[in-house]
């Protein structure tokens, strides 16, 4: 909401490939500070790879990642990581056999040992769940309980950016609009986000801008207000 | 009675290195998925560096160093030498076949296995080298102690239980209490969702090597306190450790605890209740009947991995 147009995040020119497939293609994204901008687009479309580039899990073959202005194309994740990203994985990725705790704790993996406890407040103040359920095994909890975790593991680390892939993924409506009340609350405080969505109605209704992409390619962008009203996007889905 | 106290003693004692050995196996398989077959030769190349260092340390006899000091330094020095060969194997016979068919490591591990073995034959010959330890002192590790009925606890006994479950311990500890630690278990049970998190899983694998390898030092040195060594060992007493993690559920670390115990009393009373000549082959049919009926260990369960 309060995007002042410094840009947060920036791909140029990106192609993707896994061995010989050509995945993203010519992708161009921005994501200004403070932005919340969704990504959506068909399965298959190569949301999570565009995910995975911005961490350096998959490197670009050309084009440029930067954050906050400065290219780290070649950087290996884990400064990226300290640069400010973060991200709640597809398919929320908790480390099951670890306590709840643990798994925010993994969260602040690059943070201070000084500033653990103000992270762990901070998190726990916005879901009172996970300091009930700390000791609980996070591969026990329930699909919105893990969801949580994810989403409380990922802002252990103070993110500038946060990533998120197809968060409302398996969750019973009513858990999807808080959930997004929630990616709402944390945007608002400040972070920039790039949301992964297959669900267009929901995720433009908060977002501020929005990209789509089809076959690894960007075939629509614009402002959300927009792009809500736009035929093209329902053609887009369609022709995936 | 007195039998069965006897065997027991000599599993524990046995066991107490098995599960050393097997914690090497268990911690890089967990992170890597790796059958790190030259582990055994860095328990072998532990009771070598800890035999060079009584020797520095002017043999058994006469040691320039009072007795628990020399325990303490030999035990030091096997660690450390066996960390560094550790993170050497990973660097130079892993880490480059890291994106390779699960075959290609498996293969270099057999190869660095045969490596260190017929280097350490070449360059030390094949004779059995003792640290005879029952010179320290006139023999006080040997004498002293105490009795369970009839039979006589040596201190040497002692001293290798007592000091591998403090290792056991002090690992336990770092893994379930430390960053580090926690960062391992993360990284064993999802390297991509860990490194999402900014967990290095380079310094992590190293880290794995390091301790691993360090274990099976300690093991080398508690091990040849009492029983020569020599250049090929490794290859049967890491078929041992390897058979102790998957007894326990390899990758499980306490399940490489249990299963190093389990098999040292396994071996130990067959010893004595039914023949040396067969207690090396029950070890086998241990491992066989495992990797095919209970592949997961005995501390295996359910994976509980959700979604
Ligand atoms: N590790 C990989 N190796 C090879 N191909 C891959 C790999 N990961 C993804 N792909 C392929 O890349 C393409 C894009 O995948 P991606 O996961 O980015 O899609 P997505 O838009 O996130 O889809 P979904 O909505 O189903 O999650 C797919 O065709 C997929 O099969
Ligand atoms: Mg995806």
Redo the contacts between chains.
Sequence with gaps: MSANGTPMLELEGINTYYGQIHILQDENIVVNEGELVCLLGGNASGKSTTLKTILGLVRPRTGTVRLAGEDVTQLPTAHRIKRGLAIVPENRRLFGPMTVLENLEMGAYLRPKADLKAEFERVYELFPLLYERRTQLAGTMSGGEQQMVAMGRALMSQPKMLLMDEPSMGLAPILVEKSFEIIKHVNESGVGMLVVEQNANVSLSIADRGYVLSTGRVVLEGKAADLLQNEELRKAYLGR | MDTFIQLTLNGLTLGSVYALIALGYSLVYGILKLLNFAHGDVFMVGTFIGFGAIQLLGGTVNPIVPVWTLLILITLAAMAGCAVLGVVIERFAYRPLRDAPRIAPLISALGVSFFIAYSMQLLFGSELRNYDTFSLDGGALYLEGFDIGNVRVPMIRIITIVSAFVMMILLWLLVSRT?VG??M??TS??R?????????IDKVIVFAFVLGSALAGAAGVLFALRIPTYATIGFLIGLKGFTAAVIGGIGSIPGAMAGGLVLGFAESYAQGYISTRWSDLLVFVILILFLVFRPQGILGKAD????
């Design positions: 960053r926690k960062a278990r993360a049970f999802d991509e969702a860990a490194a999402m998190m900014g967990i290095d509980i991995r959700k979604v």
